[in-house]
C-alpha cells in the first residue's frame, strides 16, 4: 500500500510504503508466509486520525494500524484470524462472528466499522470500531439471518436483506450503501434499525 501526505504531484514518491520491504518488491506476503506487515491482494482502506484499516482480502483478514503508521511496521489490529500469521479460509461452515472470507471492502464512521465479508455473502459491523488485538467478533450481520449462515441470498431468492457478493461499501450519517454485484444493485441500509446478530 503506498500513501501520500496531500495530493501527489505526478512522479512525486510515496510518503508510505506497507506491505512491503522497499518500493521495488511486491512479492505477496513479502515473498513469506503471512505476517503482521504483510498484505495478498489489498482491496480497500478506511481510517480516522486513530486507525488505519486495509481490507487483505487474500489473506481473509483486515489488519488496523493503531495510531496510523508514518512508516512500515507491523499492524496492531488483526480482524477475520485468531492471529497475525494465519490466512485460514472457512468455506461452507458456519462462520460465526469472527471470520472473514475476502473482505474486499471497509467503511468507518464515528468509531463504527464496517467490512464487506464478500465470499460469505455479508457485510459485518462493529459498533466500537477495534483498534488492536485479535479475532474481535462482530456486533452484527446484514445479509444473512444469523452469523453462522453465509448462503448467495441466504439460499433463496433476492430479497431486500440479502446480499451475494458485496464489493463496495460507503458509510456516511449512518446510512451504508452496499454495492451488491451479484444483484447487480446498490443497497441503501439505515443501521440504527439494524438489530444485533441479524440483518
Excluded at 4 to 29: F, V
Excluded at 128 to 156: K, M, S
Aim: aromatic share 8%.
Amino acid at each position: 500500500m503506498l500513501g501520500w501526505r496531500g495530493l501527489p504531484e505526478p512522479g512525486r514518491a510515496p510518503d508510505l510504503i506497507l506491505g512491503q520491504p522497499d518500493p521495488t518488491a511486491h512479492d505477496e506476503n513479502r515473498g513469506g508466509p503471512p505476517g503482521p506487515a504483510s498484505f495478498r491482494w489489498p482491496h480497500a482502506i478506511a481510517g480516522d486520525a486513530a486507525t488505519l484499516y486495509v481490507a487483505d482480502a487474500g489473506n481473509h483478514r483486515v489488519l488496523g494500524w493503531s495510531p496510523p503508521p508514518e512508516g512500515d511496521r507491523p499492524a496492531d489490529l488483526v480482524l477475520g484470524q485468531p492471529d497475525f500469521t494465519s490466512s485460514f479460509e472457512l468455506a461452507h461452515v458456519p462462520q460465526g462472528p469472527h471470520r472473514l472470507r475476502f473482505p474486499y471492502a471497509l467503511a468507518l464512521e464515528d468509531g463504527r466499522l464496517a467490512v464487506a465479508d464478500t465470499a460469505n455473502n455479508r457485510v459485518l459491523l462493529w459498533s466500537a470500531a477495534p483498534r488492536a488485538g485479535a479475532f474481535a467478533p462482530a456486533d452484527t450481520v446484514l445479509g444473512q439471518a444469523t452469523f453462522d449462515e453465509h448462503g448467495e441470498n441466504r439460499w433463496r431468492a433476492v430479497a431486500p436483506d440479502t446480499l451475494c457478493w458485496p464489493y463496495g461499501l460507503w458509510l456516511h450519517r449512518g446510512r451504508l450503501a452496499i454495492a451488491d454485484s451479484g444483484n447487480n444493485r446498490v443497497m441503501i441500509w439505515t443501521l440504527d434499525g439494524a438489530g444485533k446478530g441479524g440483518g
